[in-house]
């Protein structure tokens, strides 16, 4: 069972910069997304790659400001996050899709990672 881990996480003020890496233990060609969660929201779909056609997804809320990549070298996915607001305030988790389902529902992907935590203040 591949496994997934996170980090990059930490507290940035708004307007500022993070990029959270996800990395899996194998090599794999499945897509792997980042999804959030807020106290007390339901987990939500941010971005989504698969490397082996370079497809990327975005939720709309992302509206430019998140990129996401990839290194098949070192099993390791990014996402790079600029001009943070409070709202994207939460944890942040990896996870590999493992059947089929759109890009942002959660019951598509396993298994997860462990999560790492963005707090963004004002």
């Known amino acids: 069972q591949v496994e997934l881990v996170e980090s990059g996480g930490g507290s940035v003020q708004t307007g500022g910069s993070l990029t959270l890496s996800c990395t899996a233990s194998?090599?794999?060609?499945?897509?792997i997304a980042w999804f959030r969660q807020a106290p007390g929201r339901e987990r939500e779909g941010v971005a989504s790659i698969c490397p082996s056609v370079n497809g990327k997804r975005y939720a709309d809320f992302v509206m430019g400001r998140f990129i996401v990549s990839s290194d098949n070298h070192t099993n390791t996915v990014w996402l790079q996050m600029t001009n943070l607001q409070s709202e994207d305030t939460g944890t942040y988790y990896c996870?590999?899709?493992?059947?089929?389902?759109?890009?942002?529902?959660?019951?598509?992907?396993?298994?997860w990672g462990q999560g790492t935590q963005v707090i963004v203040s004002s």
């Open positions: 194998t090599a794999s060609t499945n897509c």
């Open positions: 996870a590999r899709k493992a059947k089929w389902g759109a890009w942002y529902q959660t019951q598509s992907y396993d298994p």
